[in-house]
């Protein structure tokens, strides 16, 4: 794939495509749905903070008058609360070309889901892995659907404990949850893509970490309130890699896209290599049966 300095430059026209993004009242995903609009595709900001989200929508409306924008309530942290947006999906839209699954939380306190999960895992993964199994019946009836995990570089310091995957026997560490949930991220793109190879309608899946970018995820933490002013990039930078791995015709599923500078903190979009734990096969069924478990939702890939 060309490692030019791919921009939002080389979006296409997305007039009459439908783009779901997760998480759009800031950062990444308010960037995202910002460019998705003013590329025409109509946009459903699925948010938790519906009043944050009617604010960023106007702001767009106001920069691209043509914007056609939905702003619908989705709480990652409710198993229900993904079941009823996926049903106003699927009762309200014939097509969904792009899910971006771009929404989580980051270094924040121990706490649960409203079904017990640890936050960032039941947020980051689960939630989304609940989410993306409701709407996969639309994704297949749309030609040419694809499906976008978001990861981290952080996923480097994930090792996800099976036995332990709410952190109810150990001592919570915050950061290394991040880590188990980020590469939760990658082990769900990659079991997905291979249980989806040989299917005809199959959407394509691929994955994208932003490097380090500068946004509201990280409020909690006081390292990186010190240190992104040297290291980070700005959020229209750092959503390039999800935009690429959104629209990029050259994409193949289970490619994984993050930025081309010194260990992928900054630059222009190409495709990266996760690391070796991240490609091990047998955690990724371990976790992708135990998600089904989990969330009580079956793919229907067949």
């Known amino acids: 794939m060309s490692k030019s300095k791919w921009s939002v430059e080389n979006i296409p026209d997305l007039e009459g495509k439908v783009v779901i993004v997760t998480g759009a009242t800031s950062g990444l995903g308010e960037e995202a749905a910002k460019i998705f609009s003013g590329k025409r595709a109509t946009v459903i900001m699925a948010v938790r903070n519906t009043q944050k989200g009617e604010s960023v929508a106007q702001k767009i409306r106001t920069e691209f008058p043509f914007a056609k924008i939905e702003v619908l309530n989705l709480d990652l942290d409710s198993l229900k609360s993904v079941q009823t947006f996926a049903a106003q999906i699927l009762a309200n839209y014939e097509r969904l070309d792009i899910l971006i699954n771009n929404a989580g939380v980051m270094a924040c306190p121990f706490s649960k889901t409203a079904d017990g999960f640890e936050i960032q895992m039941g947020v980051n993964h689960l939630g989304h892995f609940a989410l993306t199994g409701h709407l996969m019946p639309l994704l297949k009836k749309t030609k040419g659907s694809r499906i976008v995990a978001t990861s981290s570089i952080a996923h480097r310091q994930g090792n996800i404990d099976f036995d332990d995957i709410n952190w109810e026997k150990r001592k919570y560490v915050t ?83 993050g930025p081309s500078g010194f260990l992928e903190l900054k630059g222009f979009p190409v495709v990266v290599s996760s690391n070796e734990l991240s490609m091990d096969e047998s955690k990724a069924k371990r976790l992708w049966n135990l998600s089904e478990k989990l969330t009580n939702v079956q793919y229907q890939l067949g």
């Open 175 to 257: 950061g290394k949850a991040y880590g188990d949930s980020k590469i939760a991220n990658l082990y769900f793109a990659y079991e997905l893509a291979r249980k989806m190879k040989g299917v005809s309608d199959a959407p394509l899946i691929t994955i994208a970490h932003p490097g380090w970018t500068s946004t509201d995820l990280q409020r909690h933490s006081l390292m990186f309130r010190i240190l992104n002013p040297i290291f980070s990039q700005n959020v229209a930078n750092g959503v390039l890699p999800t935009l690429r791995a959104a629209v990029d015709n050259n994409a193949k599923s289970g490619d994984y896209f």
